[in-house]
C-alpha cells in the first residue's frame, strides 16, 4: 500500500481508485479480511520506545549512583577486604532486583490503565456498524465521524456535510480547519463539529501523526512533587558530598591509606544519598492509581494524583456532572399560529432519533406520533454547533415544499428571526420566568424564503444528581472550592447552584473577559460558579484562577471542554466524555457524576503524606548516619561503622521503606502543599536528634562499658538501624506516633529487618559478637530516644505552627 499512494497525496486520488488500491469498498471489510490485514499492517498503535527487560535490569548498574557502588567494590578489592566486596555487590544485586520488580509491576500497572483509555472507532463491518478499540482498525476500513471523535487513523473523508477539525496537536495551529468529501482528516485531529463517513487509508506508524511523533512531543513542566523531589535530591547531596570531602580531607592529613579513606567515603555516600527514591516514588504513584481505577477513576498521568491533593479550586461542569443529564419537556409555549404538536414536530425534525443527545431524546419521547415524521424527507442535516448553539436541517414535506427548521439556545434562535419579528421581549420573559424555576428553555424555528419564525419554546428539567449536594459539601469540607461552570441561562445556575448547596454568586462572562487582570482575577476568585460561558471563557476562568495562586481542577464531557481540561493542573473527563475529553484529561471518571472526586481528593491525600513522609525520614536518616559519622572521625579519630555495616545499613533501610506505599495516613481536611521550609527544618531537626542520642550512647560505651572498639561498632550499627526504623513510625504524623495504626505490611518490613540487624550482631556474621545482654540495652536504649524524639517532633511542630510556617 505505501508504494502506491501515501497520507500527502491520497487528497488529490479519487475515493474509487483508492478502493481499488486497498481493496474495499464503501460496505467496508469483512472479519475474515480484517483478521488478514492486521497481520499485514500491524496493529493501529504507535509503539512506545520500549526497553527490555534486560536493558532495564542493567540499568540498575549504570548511572551515577551505581558507579559510585562499584567503585567501592573495586577499591575494597584492591585492599585485599573481600567481605566488604561481597556486602557491597551484594549490595548493588539486591537493590537492582528490588527497584527493576518495583518498576515493573508499576510499569504493568500502568499499561492496565492506559488499556482502559483507548479511543474507540465506529466501524462498519460484516454490513453492521459497530463500536470496537481503535486499536482494532486496519486500512480500508469504513468508519464514521463525528463532533467530539479523535480520529483514529488517517482518512479520505467520503460523504457527509463537513467536519470541522481541530488539528492543534499536528500542525500547532490554534484555527480549526474545515474538511470536506475528497479531504484528508489526518490521525489525532478532534471533531469539533460535524459529521462525516471516512475511508482509513493510513493506520499506526504509517499515518501522519506517526511519522511526525518525535516532532510533536510536548514537554510538560515537572509538576510539583517532582519539584519537592529534586530539591530535598538537591538538599541531601550538597550535605553529603560536603561532610564526605571533609571527612576524605581530614583522613589525607592525618595520613591514613589513600584508598582506605576513598572507599570509605564512598560507601558512606552511598549510605546517604537517597538510592531508593525514584523506586518509592513509582510505586507510590502506581498503588495510587490502582486503587483509584477500582474506584471509577482511571489516571492516565500519574503526577496528577500529587497535582490533586493541592487542588484548591475545582471548576465542575453542571450538566451530566453536578445535573443527571436525564431531561425531560416540562412545559411548551407557543407563538403566532402555531400549535404545542409543532413545536414537538418541528424540534423533532431538528433533531435525530439515533443522535445521544439527551435533548434529542427528550423530544422524541414527548413526540406523541412519531409517523408524523414520515411525511418529511430530509435534505441536509447540520449538527449542533458549539459556538452557534443551535442545530438545524432543510426539509420537503409531501406537497414537495422546502423549508428549515432549527432549535438551540433562545438567543441563537432570536438572532436569525426577520427583523419584523417582536417576539424578542416575550421570549426572554418566558426564558426568565423558567430559569427561576430551573428550566432551560429550548426555541423552535421554521424557515422559509429566508423568512424566520419563532415557532415556539420548550421548558427542559435537568434534575440535580442526588448525591451532588452532599459530594459538594464534602469537597467543601476538605478545602476544595467548587465552582459551578455551564452554558445555560445565568437565572437557571443560580437555581442549580442553590439546589446543590452553592451560594448564588454566579458570574457571566462579560464581567471578567477584556476587565484589567487584577480585577479579573478578583471577579472570578470571589465567583461561586459561572453561566452563560463559551469554551474560550472556560480555558479563560481556568487561567485566571491560576493566576491567583490555585492549583484548579476543571471538570468537562465535551469536545469545547476540552481546552480548559488540557489547561487545568488537574483535568478530568467525567463519564461519558467525549474521546476529545478523555485525550487530554489527566484523570478520567468511568462513573457518572461528582462523587468519585471524594475518593480521587482523598486517595491523593494518601499519596501525598506518603512522600512528605518518605522525605522527613530519608533527610533525617541521612543527616544522623552521616554527620554523626563525621563529627565522630574528627573529633574522637574513630570509625563508628565499618564499610560493610554502612552497605548493610543502607540495604535495610531502602528494603522496608518501599512498602510505605501501603500504610495508612492520617485523614487532612485541607490542600496539601509543599511547604520546603518546614519539610526541611523538621527532617533536619529529627536528624540532629538522632545525632545527639548517638553521641550519648558512643559516651555511654566508652566511658560506662569500657567496651573494645569493634563490639562498640556493632552496638552503634544496631542503634542506628534501630533508631532509623523507628523513624519512620514518628515521620507519619504530626502527632503522637500511636495515634495512628500502621499498616501490616509497613509494620511487619520493620520489625523483620531490625530482627535481621539483630541476627546479624548477636551472630557476630561480618561484625564483632554482641552478647543478648548489650543487645537489650541497644533496643531499649533506642525505644527510650525515639519516643523522646517523637515528643520533641510534637514540640517543634507547634513552634512552626505558632510562628505561622506550618
Given at each position: ?198 475511508l482509513v487509508i493510513s493506520t499506526g506508524t504509517s499515518t501522519f501523526f506517526g511519522r511526525a511523533s518525535e516532532l510533536i512531543k510536548e514537554a510538560k513542566a515537572p509538576s510539583h512533587l517532582e519539584k519537592a523531589v529534586v530539591k530535598i535530591g538537591d538538599y541531601l547531596i550538597i550535605i553529603s558530598v560536603l561532610t564526605v570531602s571533609v571527612i576524605f580531607m581530614v583522613g589525607l592529613f592525618r595520613q591514613e591509606g589513600l584508598v582506605q579513606i576513598l572507599t570509605y567515603s564512598l560507601i558512606l555516600l552511598v549510605a546517604s544519598i537517597p538510592v531508593a527514591q525514584p523506586a518509592v516514588l513509582s510505586v507510590t504513584m502506581a498503588v495510587g492509581a490502582r486503587v483509584l481505577a477500582h ?109 428549515q427548521v432549527a432549535k438551540g439556545a433562545p438567543q441563537a434562535i432570536l438572532a436569525i428571526l426577520s427583523p419584523d419579528d417582536k417576539s424578542a421581549n416575550k421570549v426572554n420573559e418566558k426564558v426568565d420566568l423558567w430559569a427561576e424555576k430551573g428550566f432551560r428553555a429550548l426555541a423552535v424555528g421554521r424557515g422559509q424564503d429566508n423568512h424566520w419564525e419563532l415557532v415556539g419554546l420548550l421548558a427542559l428539567y435537568d434534575p440535580p444528581r442526588l448525591d451532588s449536594a452532599q459530594t459538594i459539601k464534602e469537597a467543601q469540607t476538605m478545602g476544595v472550592e467548587v465552582k459551578m461552570v455551564t452554558g445555560d441561562h445565568i437565572a437557571i445556575a443560580r437555581e442549580t447552584a442553590a439546589d ?307
Amino acid at each position: 500500500m505505501e508504494g502506491e499512494f501515501n497520507t500527502e497525496n491520497a487528497a488529490e486520488i479519487p475515493a474509487e481508485t483508492l478502493f481499488n488500491i486497498l481493496s474495499t469498498d464503501e460496505n467496508g471489510l469483512s472479519s475474515d479480511e480484517v483478521i488478514s490485514r492486521l497481520k499485514k499492517y500491524g496493529y493501529n498503535e504507535i509503539e512506545e520506545d520500549r526497553i527490555s527487560l534486560i536493558h532495564k535490569l542493567l540499568g540498575y548498574f549504570w548511572g551515577p549512583i551505581p558507579f559510585m557502588i562499584e567503585a567501592a567494590a573495586i577499591l575494597s578489592i584492591l585492599v585485599g577486604d573481600l567481605g566488604d566486596f561481597t556486602i557491597i555487590m551484594s549490595l548493588l544485586f539486591i537493590n537492582a532486583t528490588v527497584g527493576f520488580y518495583q518498576e515493573h509491576e508499576a510499569d504493568d500497572a500502568i499499561e492496565l490503565l492506559k488499556e482502559k483509555m483507548a479511543i474507540s472507532a465506529y466501524v462498519f463491518r460484516d454490513y453492521k456498524w459497530m463500536m470496537i478499540n481503535a486499536r482494532d482498525l486496519v486500512p480500508g476500513d469504513i468508519i464514521w465521524m463525528r463532533i467530539g471523535d479523535v480520529a483514529p487513523a488517517d482518512l479520505k473523508l467520503l460523504s457527509g456535510d463537513y467536519l470541522l477539525l481541530d488539528e492543534s496537536s499536528l500542525t500547532g495551529e490554534s484555527l480549526p480547519v474545515e474538511k470536506k468529501s475528497g479531504d484528508i482528516c489526518y490521525s489525532g485531529s478532534i471533531v469539533q463539529q460535524g459529521e462525516m463517513k471516512g475511508l482509513v487509508i493510513s493506520t499506526g506508524t504509517s499515518t501522519f501523526f506517526g511519522r511526525a511523533s518525535e516532532l510533536i512531543k510536548e514537554a510538560k513542566a515537572p509538576s510539583h512533587l517532582e519539584k519537592a523531589v529534586v530539591k530535598i535530591g538537591d538538599y541531601l547531596i550538597i550535605i553529603s558530598v560536603l561532610t564526605v570531602s571533609v571527612i576524605f580531607m581530614v583522613g589525607l592529613f592525618r595520613q591514613e591509606g589513600l584508598v582506605q579513606i576513598l572507599t570509605y567515603s564512598l560507601i558512606l555516600l552511598v549510605a546517604s544519598i537517597p538510592v531508593a527514591q525514584p523506586a518509592v516514588l513509582s510505586v507510590t504513584m502506581a498503588v495510587g492509581a490502582r486503587v483509584l481505577a477500582h474506584k471509577n477513576a482511571i489516571v492516565s498521568k500519574l503526577s496528577s494524583i500529587e497535582e490533586m491533593a493541592g487542588m484548591d479550586v475545582l471548576c465542575s461542569d453542571k450538566t451530566g456532572t453536578i445535573t443527571q443529564n436525564k431531561i425531560t419537556v416540562r412545559e411548551i409555549q407557543v407563538y403566532g399560529d402555531f400549535q404545542k404538536s409543532d413545536v414537538l414536530l418541528y424540534g423533532a425534525l431538528a433533531s435525530e432519533e439515533e443522535s445521544p443527545d439527551p435533548i434529542d431524546h427528550a423530544i422524541f419521547r414527548c413526540l406523541k406520533n412519531v409517523d408524523d415524521l414520515k411525511d418529511f424527507k430530509t435534505l441536509e442535516f447540520i449538527q449542533f454547533d458549539p459556538v452557534s448553539k443551535k442545530t438545524s436541517a432543510w426539509l420537503e414535506d409531501s406537497s414537495g415544499n422546502r423549508f428549515q427548521v432549527a432549535k438551540g439556545a433562545p438567543q441563537a434562535i432570536l438572532a436569525i428571526l426577520s427583523p419584523d419579528d417582536k417576539s424578542a421581549n416575550k421570549v426572554n420573559e418566558k426564558v426568565d420566568l423558567w430559569a427561576e424555576k430551573g428550566f432551560r428553555a429550548l426555541a423552535v424555528g421554521r424557515g422559509q424564503d429566508n423568512h424566520w419564525e419563532l415557532v415556539g419554546l420548550l421548558a427542559l428539567y435537568d434534575p440535580p444528581r442526588l448525591d451532588s449536594a452532599q459530594t459538594i459539601k464534602e469537597a467543601q469540607t476538605m478545602g476544595v472550592e467548587v465552582k459551578m461552570v455551564t452554558g445555560d441561562h445565568i437565572a437557571i445556575a443560580r437555581e442549580t447552584a442553590a439546589d446543590v448547596g452553592l451560594r448564588k454568586n454566579i458570574k457571566l462572562p462579560d464581567e471578567f473577559k477584556d476587565k484589567p487582570a487584577h480585577k479579573a482575577q478578583r471577579v472570578v476568585s470571589e465567583a461561586h460558579g459561572f453561566a452563560q460561558v463559551f469554551p474560550e471563557d472556560k480555558y479563560h476562568i481556568v487561567e485566571l484562577l491560576q493566576k491567583c495562586g490555585k492549583i484548579v481542577g476543571m471538570t468537562g464531557d465535551g469536545v469545547n471542554d476540552a481546552p480548559a481540561i488540557k489547561k487545568a493542573d488537574v483535568g478530568i473527563a467525567v463519564s461519558g466524555a467525549t474521546d476529545a475529553a478523555k485525550s487530554t484529561a489527566d484523570i478520567v471518571f468511568t462513573s457518572p457524576g461528582l462523587s468519585v472526586i471524594i475518593d480521587a481528593i482523598h486517595e491523593s491525600h494518601k499519596i501525598f503524606l506518603r512522600m512528605h513522609s518518605y522525605s522527613l525520614y530519608r533527610v533525617s536518616e541521612t543527616i544522623r548516619i552521616l554527620i554523626f559519622t563525621a563529627l565522630t572521625i574528627l573529633i574522637f579519630q574513630f570509625y563508628p561503622l565499618t564499610p560493610a555495616m554502612l552497605v548493610i545499613i543502607a540495604l535495610l533501610d531502602d528494603i522496608p521503606i518501599m512498602t510505605i506505599a501501603y500504610d495508612h495516613t492520617e485523614k487532612v481536611n485541607q490542600p496539601q502543599k509543599w511547604n520546603m521550609k518546614v519539610n526541611l527544618g523538621m527532617s533536619t531537626y529529627l536528624g540532629i536528634i538522632g545525632v545527639f542520642s548517638s553521641f550519648i550512647l558512643l559516651y555511654i560505651l566508652i566511658e560506662w562499658f569500657h567496651l573494645s572498639p569493634g563490639v562498640i561498632q556493632s552496638m552503634i550499627f544496631l542503634k542506628l538501624v534501630l533508631a532509623g526504623h523507628l523513624t519512620m513510625f514518628a515521620t507519619r504524623v504530626k502527632g503522637p506516633f500511636w495515634s495512628l495504626r500502621p499498616k501490616g505490611i509497613f509494620f511487619w518490613s520493620i520489625i523483620l529487618t531490625d530482627i535481621t540487624a539483630t541476627l546479624f550482631v548477636i551472630s557476630g556474621i561480618i561484625m564483632p559478637i554482641v552478647s543478648w545482654e548489650l543487645v537489650a540495652f541497644i533496643w531499649l536504649y533506642a525505644l527510650v530516644a525515639f519516643i523522646a524524639g517523637d515528643i520533641l517532633k510534637i514540640r517543634f511542630y507547634r513552634f512552626l505552627e505558632r510562628i505561622n510556617l506550618s
